[in-house]
């Protein structure tokens, strides 16, 4: 990757040409590669102490973004699911004023090139990734994720998901050769000849409106995505989640400006709770790019209203597993119980209706029932949860009202007749924790009442154990909830050939990924950049899928200049 461009951004290419050639390479092969170790013990003795005490500086005081567009109170109000006090103050700064920053800033980065800025995001990424213990706790005490989790699907496996951003929007940038010499023979007269050039022209200026409970691992793929094709982004977060991003920011700010960059080519706008500065901002002219993750009445809002832009949207789904037989009665339960429980079901995978045959499901010692099933099941989550300290590593802590209320209808039997009721867990570390287990409701798919109950994603540690009739009937239904509600995951366990060759056409022609037979170390709720997609944009929970080609190729247009 060679540019003429200066020696700062020429060093920079140097130093990350390695990580964007095994980048593309993975992306290409789809087995397991990393840059970032994702296990907090290899970034040092040290860097878990230092990188709380990084995180406990920036509380009770404004946060710094120097030369960043500035005009007024600073944004208060984020609340740690932990009980501490967070006491941060975003800059806050009027739609005008950030756009006008930067429309200003776009030209040098439109003109600077693939592989300038391919080398600056990778920077980028790569001092976050140096700070991933004050990331993680960022990411936990303004998302709820326990330590271990806001450590890896905040820090590396977020940072991974930039980096396959990035590498694709590379790929598909120098697709077209920068120049071509075109030759039409014309027989006995001379040949037409002419020299074509393609450039990679920017669409404008990219919105990326943050989640509160994946803000880094759901914002940096749309972040870098459309950064690295050229354009400026205005990082709108959630709330309740603005720290994460806001560091986000910060260190982008720093290494544009290290390279010769407009540093407002990255703002930030920080939102009180209630604003409606998404909206606004949204329908912008100068705004061509939405990267949006929430729920689907604001979704299909962008979708419907943002006409300027091309919108990106993550939104709600009904995820699913169909039960019809095992070889790995135990793994399966535990691969479940885990699936269940992981950040108190808070996941846009996690599953929701788990589909079991009234008449019961066989595994290798013999049948077992529904009722023993569910029965089991619940047993399985009990016993992952049965200590409070280790309960409270897995399931973090509860991240808004709406999930509180959720559980709290659950355990009131709202939802229909309990397997296994929700508790209230106790964090030794967080006394002021709002922590809950799962809840697991029996369901009958031939009830009118309970499908319009199972049938709407209920957000939170809460699955459904539908009875169905045949494994037939949970195929259908898997197919049927897919189409009409969306699924982030779908996922089945099967030892019958002719099943399984059901549900694989069930899920293609639906739309949804499917994982088969999962007992062991990877789980339903989980995808791995550079191998696995997240979601398809084939069925009504996503537009789009992290990461592939159509993430990223539309972020930009090829100008033709001939000669």
Known sequence: MAAATPQPVDELIARHQDTLDHAVAAAGSRDYWSPYPEFPKAYGESAAADGKAAFDALLGREFELPGHPDGGEPVTGEASPYGIELGIGYPHAEPDALLAALEAARPAWAKAGPAARAAVCLEILARINARSHEFAQAVMHTTGQAYGMAFQAGGPHAQD??????AYAYAEQTRLPRSAQWTKPQGKRDPLVMTKEFTAVPRGTALLIGCNTFPTWNGYPGLFASLA????????????????????????????????????????????????????????????????????????????????????????????????????????????????????????????NLLIPRTGIRTEDGERSYEQVVTDLAAAVDGLLGDDA?????????VNPGVLQ?????????????????????????PGATIRTPALVKADAGKPDDL??????????????????????????????????????????TTDPEVETALIDACLDAGVSLSLNLTG?????????????????????ANSAYCDAAFVANRFRTVEIRK
Not at 464 to 476: G, L
Request: glycine residues 10%.
């Open 452 to 493: 319009a109950r199972f049938l709407t994603e209920c957000f939170g540690p809460i699955a459904f154990a539908v009875a169905v009739e045949s494994t037939a009937a949970a195929v259908e239904l898997l197919h049927r909830t897919t189409v009409e509600h969306g699924a982030m995951t779908a996922g089945a366990y």
């Open 521 to 541: 170390g990877v789980y339903v709720n989980q995808t791995a950049a550079f191998s696995d997609l997240h979601g398809t944009g084939a069925n009504p929970a």
């Open 161 to 166: 998901r930039g980096v396959e951003a990035v």
């Open 390 to 398: 280790r309960a409270a590593t897995i399931l973090g802590a509860v």
């Open 229 to 352: 094709t050229g354009n400026g982004v205005l990082v709108k977060p959630h709330p309740r989640a603005v720290l994460p991003l806001a560091l986000t920011v910060r260190i982008a700010r720093e290494v544009l400006a290290e390279a010769g960059f407009d540093p407002n080519l990255v703002c930030l706008a920080a939102e009180r709770e209630g604003s409606a500065i998404a909206q606004v901002l949204a329908v912008r002219p100068e705004v061509k790019l939405i990267d949006y993750t929430g729920s689907t009445g604001f979704g299909d809002w962008l979708e419907d209203n943002a006409r300027q832009a091309q919108v990106y949207t993550e939104k709600a789904g009904v995820n699913t597993v169909v039960v019809d037989s095992t070889d790995d009665y135990r793994g399966m339960l535990n691969n479940l119980a885990f699936s269940l429980s992981l950040y108190s079901g808070q996941m846009c995978t996690t599953p929701q």
């Open 406 to 430: 959720r559980s709290a209808a659950a355990a009131g039997g709202e939802l229909g007749e309990l397997a296994l009721a929700p508790r209230v867990v106790a964090s030794p570390e967080f």
